[in-house]
């Protein structure tokens, strides 16, 4: 039996459309995570709120890749996970005190208005935040390769970001000219999976 989902194309969906649910329902996905997430102790060591999304999306769906593609980086995940926190913290000890270097023009956090990694991919291709303003609901995305060469700037949700490349063949790192049906895969250790 075929057990393909409709996916409306995003220009059709509502306006008050909640993105994680809609990325649920692309993907299937009806496991949560495990355990509770400290996200008081994260925003506290990066000395910013995150955006709100991409929580739920972590807490939802916990460490793993979208269409084996899109990997977010996580908080107090399994050992073979990519912290958020500690991940941007050692970058940000490694850049210049000012957070210049390769990614230029932009510099990274905690500069004002630097970049903050949430998600990357198998290909060497990052997905950051531009910190810039005081809400991190409405910070745009930055996308670039390991070349910091060309940047591409989506202004929307993380949810919104994830649901556009699962389902958009136009949006430029979609996954959508690949699979007509899209997946979590959930990143496990062999310890976890006996448990």
């Known amino acids: 039996m075929d057990e393909r989902r409709f996916t409306p194309r995003p220009e059709v969906l509502p306006q008050d459309t909640n993105w994680v649910d809609q990325v649920i329902d692309v993907t299937g996905w009806t496991r949560g995570r495990s355990g509770d997430i400290d996200w008081a102790a994260a925003e506290t060591r990066l000395g910013t709120p995150l955006p709100a999304e991409y929580k739920e999306l972590v ?13 977010l980086m996580t908080v107090d995940g399994p050992p073979e996970s990519i912290d958020i926190v500690e991940f941007n913290e050692f970058w940000s000890r490694s850049s210049a005190p000012d957070g210049e270097g390769p990614w230029e023009p932009y510099r990274l956090y905690p500069a004002p208005g630097g970049l903050l990694q949430w998600a990357s991919t198998e290909r060497r291709i990052a997905f950051y935040w531009l910190t810039e303003g005081a809400d991190p609901d409405l910070w745009p995305i930055l996308v670039t390769d390991d070349a910091y060469a060309q940047w591409h700037r989506f202004d929307g949700s993380t949810a919104q970001f994830v649901h556009r490349m699962l389902t958009d063949p136009r949006h430029p790192y979609s996954t959508a000219v690949h699979f007509d049906s899209h997946s979590f895969t959930p990143y496990t250790s062999p310890t976890t999976e006996e448990e």
């Open 59 to 71: 807490a939802r769906f916990g460490y793993g890749a979208f269409d084996d593609h899109l990997c």
